[in-house]
């Protein structure tokens, strides 16, 4: 018998089997139905994932900005309660 979370998993698997097969049908049908060449589809491909990096960049530059505020903060907290002992 199957464990429910083994189950599960393996339902997860086969949906995201499916997702896929899905996804390359619709370009091939692209390719194929509405002649859209192979290498403007590598070309938008390459420009979104030039844009998802740029935008996990600035997320993280702004994550480590808040974090060395933060950390400065909490120094000059820190060393204003030892100068006032």
Same mark, same amino acid.
């Given at each position: 018998?199957?464990?429910?979370?083994?189950?599960?998993?393996?339902?997860?698997?086969?949906?995201?089997?499916?997702?896929?097969?899905?996804? #390359?049908? #619709? +370009?091939?049908?692209? $390719?194929?139905?509405?002649? +859209?060449? $192979?290498?403007?589809? +590598?070309?938008?491909?390459?420009?979104?994932? $030039?844009?998802?990096?740029?935008?996990?960049?600035?997320?993280?530059?702004?994550?480590? +900005?808040?974090?060395?505020?933060?950390?400065?903060?909490? #120094?000059?907290?820190?060393?204003?309660?030892?100068?006032?002992?």
């Amino acid at each position: 018998m199957i464990k429910p979370k083994a189950k599960q998993n393996l339902k997860q698997r086969s949906t995201w089997i499916a997702a896929m097969v899905a996804c #390359f049908a #619709f +370009l091939l049908m692209a $390719v194929k139905v509405y002649k +859209l060449s $192979v290498s403007s589809l +590598l070309l938008n491909l390459l420009i979104m994932l $030039v844009g998802l990096l740029v935008i996990i960049a600035l997320a993280a530059i702004l994550g480590w +900005l808040i974090s060395m505020r933060q950390n400065r903060k909490k #120094f000059e907290t820190e060393s204003r309660n030892k100068k006032a002992k």
